[in-house]
């Protein structure tokens, strides 16, 4: 249940015929595995944005901020936190895991969508017992809640943000079995929700604001790409 580093060796998770092979346009004409998940309708907040991920040969969907994803499906669940959190969490009895991205830990009003932590966490939790899983068998891995930005010491979002998912996981006694939180490091997190593994890479920290800017847009594909150079691996 530990976290891993990226990893382009032997070892990495092959996908059971929902790879990158699975992908491809086949000869005989039908649609390539992306492009009929592409063309899935989709819940409310479920993210969508399905693509090839050429690093580990696996299909991939990409989380923006205040969406989720769960699955039962051999497929890497991927995302680009700042101050906020993504939560991973996995039920290895029914093989079902799922992530969120939230923004905020409530809204006001009781504002009901993903980007605030209340109803991202119970949308997850919600989402998983609909395939199968159950809260007594649920782990949790949590990331993100960085300080992205200097001179916001006094009401640090990340902070608020990594004290509530803590506080919430605690209170619905689902454990947290591994965590990569504060600090001042943005974070791409992939996730695969049958295995419950989980591998986070602290970006390069050159450009805090404009990382702040992206991921209030939800632009989590030039997050990813503006502050990949100088990438520390960990885990």
């Known amino acids: 249940m530990s976290m891993n580093t990226f990893s382009t060796g032997s070892s990495q998770p092959k996908p059971l015929g929902g790879g990158l092979g699975g992908s491809k346009l ?18 409310p907040g479920e993210a969508s944005f399905f693509y090839a991920d050429h690093h580990f040969q696996y299909d991939a969907v990409k989380v923006l901020p205040g969406e989720y994803f769960v699955s039962n ?3 890497v669940i991927m995302t680009v936190l700042g101050s906020c959190i993504a939560a991973c969490l996995w039920d290895g009895k029914a093989r079902v895991g799922g ?26 939790i919600n989402e998983m017992l609909k395939l199968g899983a159950r809260r007594e068998t649920m782990q949790a891995k949590i990331f993100g809640g960085a300080q992205v930005m200097a001179g916001f010491t006094t009401m640090n979002v990340g902070e608020r943000n990594t004290k509530f998912v ?13 965590q990569d939180v504060l600090d001042i ?13 989980a591998l986070v890479k602290r970006l390069a920290h050159s450009h805090p604001e404009t990382l702040v800017v992206e991921e209030r847009r939800g632009n989590a594909a030039t997050v990813a790409k503006s502050n990949a150079g100088g990438s520390v691996d960990l885990f």
């Open 26 to 43: 086949l000869a005989s004409g039908r649609v390539s595995r992306v492009d009929h998940l592409k063309a899935q309708p989709r819940k």
């Open 166 to 178: 803590i506080d919430y996981l605690s209170m619905e006694r689902i454990p947290v079995v591994s």
């Open 73 to 75: 499906e051999e497929i």
């Open 185 to 197: 490091h943005p974070r791409k997190v992939c996730f695969f929700p049958t295995s419950g593994k």
């Open 99 to 124: 992530m969120n991205h939230f923004m905020l830990p409530d809204g006001e009003g009781g504002d009901g969508s993903g980007r605030y932590g209340s109803f991202a966490m119970e949308l997850l």
